[in-house]
């Protein structure tokens, strides 16, 4: 909220109606003086001197606007709002060639939108125009000013030189303004908000400074808010808002095609795709703009359609606006039907009642009651911004409410009130009809079964899909088991089994994958031994196989693997990162085969960690260092088995090439994305980009599910069209000139992990120490950092608290903290880049260069958040809201996270994502602790 906003909302003189008709004299007289005569009777019609009374004795920004241009009030009152409309188009198409800042903008806009005001808020309060007429006029004036500011700013960016166009006179090729919202189906109020975005395509201005258009745009954007909403101060032309972020700083108001089409292709991106697939192309480059518009229409209604679930969450959410519920009704229609009919997409509400009519998907008195209904929650919104002449919603004083209750043409605020309300209770009544369909009347209508057999159901009460399908599984466990152990009941043989299953995450696949181990056991092994009340393996097995198990079923595979579940005790079980590697040694790479056997020996010492960490014999901090360590000994492996088999030439090209990793990511968790690179003693041509697309090729066929190795190149010269394998001069310069920030950071922890020969291997360690002298300041990059940490948040919005890489103060910012510490104190400390971070912290606390307590906090956020990690990825769970957490699986959460119940966990999370963004607000973002501004204001 603006400090103009603020303003006119809290504050102002009390409406006095007698004031009225003193200052309506005054008018008559500046009408006089302005036209050069008093126009005398026109005036002095009854209707009219009504009207103009009600405006200066219940109106506070009306009343002032009518003083100020009072030839555009007696204009619109005597001749209708159009003469005015026309004039101020004719005036804005002036201001093509305009100069100077968002300030100059402003006010050159301020005064055409006042007197555009003031005609439509006439026209309207004297039944000249209804709701469609006076928001159609509001909607196609603002798009002019919308148009007129866009050329405004862009033209003076060209001017300065900061954009290169190819065509003077087409400078805004390439560049449209998407609308959505109210602004984009023609309900707009008085003062908006608009919703909107600026779109550039970045391929239009591909010069040599094209990183900085990024840059460049974003500032646009900021301008083109500052200058509709004004100073502090300043009377708001209209507020903005943006679907892409917060809108603070100007920040999420424009973007590049690719990004906001990347961002709307993203996992978490149904409201960001809601809001496009009902948006309109409203300035600019409209042939680019219907282009990006059409790529959405394909992504929204045939790629990737919107679930049922979360369009039903998006229609019935509420808020303190009383046109919501009706809104509500009209996205559903928009969203439900605008597949197959296009014409409900960007259609007002009212439009959208009338046609849902004609095409019986809600009856014709629901749409007439509708209609009415939304009509008056618009008329409340668009008196009382008239009133008050800024964007809002709510209204406490009394004497605004009486004002707007005589606006609205009733004698009494309540009585209003209770028509609204009534309004809204049967907008909420056809809501919920149209998203619950007829099913759920229809079952009241069925009959109730007795006496029916509900065994089946009450298995699929404990999470299992099919009841009738299990109770065969366990006639056949019933049968194994009566051989084993001579029991005529398996029940005796293991009471609670498939209660115990159902209290996993995954009862299914805990069934599925006990079959698996029956069968794989066969005559060697009892696998009912296991399983037996008080069976000391019992509990571990069943989390294994229930909460862990895409993880653990390489071991179900071969009766060979299995054996590690028979072995009776956790003794032999490997303590530690090294032991895990000393004792499962990976194939040798020159074998035949070898880059099977690795994958194979992969997947198997993975799921043999995700076992032990299950059953509590290996700590989950230890597994995720060794499952770590069994990661980076893939990657290097892997490249020595490609160099042994690849041709005489390549192999000659790979004897010259280093391979190195980025640790900035925290550990190499199985199903994240390893970003590693090659760096070359010499240009090596085609030689060494085929063994560099051999080994990438090897690693993405090596596994697959949660043991896939996902690598990923494209922080390297040039990006993804440059050259997989750049020579040290192009490593160097792409560190001098081209990394951006974030790729600066990551290569500050950059690792050589194998290469042809040591000498290489030294030379490529060379280059990647020094990326931390890059000329660039650290206070520099870390601002940058900044910057595109806030844009990654605001496209990449965490699904829940449980998303642990996007959540503020989460893993991505602990590694970020880490990163930038390293970056700073490497180049007079070297050994933090070769060292564990964990190490690297302790010897910066040793060095006095950060506090021990900083760097303890550091280390257990980064030890926290790995091992919520490592759970969530072994057991390829995402969040509760799609999949609540059953208590088996709760407790192995409450046990990563170091307490004693699952309830445990959340403030724990909170806490140290509390303490994570205090810490990088002090390190990276350079602020004073609040302990040293406490002792300062002491």
């Not at 101020?88 to 093509?96: E, H, I, Q, V, Y």
């Not at 099913?439 to 006496?451: F, I, M, T």
């Amino acid at each position: 909220m603006t400090a103009s906003t603020y303003t006119a909302r809290n504050s102002g003189d009390k409406i006095e109606p007698s004031r009225a008709a003193s200052a309506l004299e005054r008018w008559r007289r500046a009408v006089a003086e302005a036209l050069g005569g008093d126009p005398g009777a026109p005036l002095d019609q009854p209707d009219r001197r009504l009207l103009m009374l009600r405006i200066f004795g219940t109106t506070r920004r009306l009343a002032d606007l009518c003083m100020t241009y009072p030839d555009a009030a007696a204009t619109s009152l005597t001749d209708g709002a159009s003469p005015i409309l026309a004039q101020a188009a004719r005036d804005m198409s002036a201001l093509d060639r305009g100069v100077g800042g968002p300030d100059a903008l402003h006010a050159a806009l301020a005064p055409l939108k006042n007197r555009v005001d003031v005609a439509i808020a006439i026209a309207e309060l004297s039944g000249q125009w209804g709701v469609a007429e006076a928001t159609a006029a509001r909607v196609d004036f603002t798009e002019r000013m919308v148009e007129t500011g866009l050329r405004w700013l862009v033209r003076a960016a060209v001017k300065r030189g900061e954009l290169s166009v190819e065509d003077p006179d087409n400078f805004l090729k390439g560049v449209f303004v998407v609308a959505g919202g109210d602004f984009a189906h023609e309900d707009l109020s008085p003062y908006g908000p608009l919703d909107l975005i600026v779109v550039y395509d970045e391929s239009v201005f591909a010069a040599p400074n094209a990183r900085g258009t990024d840059r460049i745009f974003v500032r646009i954007g900021a301008e083109l808010r500052e200058a509709f909403e004004g100073k502090p101060g300043e009377h708001t032309l209209y507020a903005l808002r943006t679907p892409l972020g917060s809108g603070v700083g100007g920040a999420g108001y424009a973007d590049s095609v690719a990004r906001v089409s990347a961002t709307a292709k993203g996992p978490q991106a149904d409201l960001l795709k809601m809001w496009l697939s009902t948006a309109r192309i409203v300035a600019g480059d409209r042939a680019s703009g219907g282009g990006f518009l059409e790529s959405i229409e394909k992504l929204v209604w045939s790629d990737s359609p919107i679930s049922v679930e979360v369009l039903k969450n998006f229609v019935e959410k509420n808020d303190s606006d009383p046109r919501s519920t009706f809104r509500g009704v009209a996205d559903l229609c928009r969203l439900a039907i605008g597949g197959v009919r296009p014409v409900f997409r960007t259609a007002s509400a009212r439009d959208i009642f009338e046609t849902a009519a004609q095409s019986n998907f809600i009856t014709r008195d629901a749409s007439r009651r509708l209609i009415a209904g939304e009509e008056l929650a618009h008329i409340y919104i668009s008196r009382l911004q008239i009133i008050k002449g800024c964007p809002t919603i709510d209204v406490q004083r009394d004497d605004e409410k009486e004002a707007l209750a005589r606006l609205c043409g009733y004698t009494e605020y309540d009585d209003l009130l209770v028509a609204l309300e009534g309004a809204k209770t049967d907008a909420k009544n056809s809501l919920r009809r149209l998203a619950t369909g007829p099913q759920q009347e229809v079952a009241l209508y069925r009959s109730q079964e007795d006496g029916a057999d509900h065994d089946a159901d009450k298995l699929e009460d404990l999470g299992f899909l099919n009841g009738s399908g299990l109770s065969q599984s366990i006639d056949k466990w019933m049968r194994r088991s009566g051989e084993k152990s001579g029991e005529t009941r398996f029940s005796a043989c293991a009471p609670g089994l498939l209660t115990a299953f159902g209290e996993t995450q995954y009862p299914n696949e805990a069934v599925r994958l006990f079959d698996l181990l029956i069968s794989v056991a066969g005559e060697k092994h009892d696998v009912f031994s296991l399983v037996r009340e008080g069976a000391p393996e019992r509990d571990g097995l069943v989390d294994a196989i229930g909460s862990f198990a895409a993880a653990v079923e390489p071991l179900l595979k071969t009766d060979v693997a299995t054996d590690m579940l028979f072995d009776g005790g956790g003794v032999e079980v490997p303590k530690s990162r090294e032991e895990w590697l000393t004792r499962y040694m990976p194939p040798k790479p020159d074998a035949q085969n070898a880059l099977h056997d690795i994958g194979v020996w992969r997947e198997e010492l993975i799921a043999r960690i995700a076992y032990s960490a299950s059953t509590g014999s290996t700590s989950f901090d230890t597994a995720v260092e060794a499952i770590n360590d069994v990661h980076i000994c893939t990657l290097t492996k892997t490249f020595e088995a490609v160099k042994a088999s690849a041709s005489a030439d390549t192999k000659s090209a790979a004897d010259k090439i280093a391979l190195h990793i980025f640790e900035s990511d925290g550990p190499h968790l199985p199903g994240a994305s390893t970003h590693l690179g090659f760096i070359s003693a010499e240009p090596l041509g085609e030689a060494g980009e085929a063994f560099a697309r051999e080994y990438l090729e090897a690693l993405s066929n090596m596994c697959d599910g949660v043991f896939a190795v996902l690598p990923d190149t494209t922080h390297r010269p040039s990006g993804v069209n440059g050259a997989l394998v750049p020579d040290l001069k192009a490593f160097k310069s792409y560190v001098q000139s081209e990394a951006i920030a974030h790729e600066q950071i990551m290569l500050a922890r950059g690792r050589v992990i194998a290469a042809g020969d040591n000498k290489v291997a030294d030379a490529a360690r060379d280059a990647l120490r020094g990326a931390i002298a890059g000329a660039r300041r650290a206070d520099i990059l870390f601002r940058d950092l900044d910057r595109a940490r806030a844009q990654r948040m605001r496209r990449e919005r965490p699904s829940s608290d449980w998303d642990i890489d996007r959540i503020e103060g989460g893993r991505s910012d602990v590694e970020l903290i880490i990163s930038t510490l390293i970056y700073k104190h490497a180049s007079a400390h070297p050994f933090v880049q070769d060292c564990d971070p964990a190490e690297a912290l302790e010897a910066m606390a040793r060095s006095g260069l950060i506090s021990e307590e900083t760097a303890k906090t550091l280390r257990s956020a980064r030890s926290f958040w790995a091992r919520l990690q490592l759970v969530r990825t072994l057991s390829q769970w995402r969040d509760p809201i799609q999949a609540p957490v059953r208590s088996r699986f709760g407790g192995l959460l409450a046990r990563a996270g170091g307490v004693r119940e699952y309830d445990q966990v959340r403030p724990m999370m909170r806490g140290y994502a509390d303490e994570v963004s205090r810490s990088y607000a002090q390190i990276v973002l350079g602020r004073p602790s609040i302990s040293s501004v406490a002792h300062a204001a002491g």
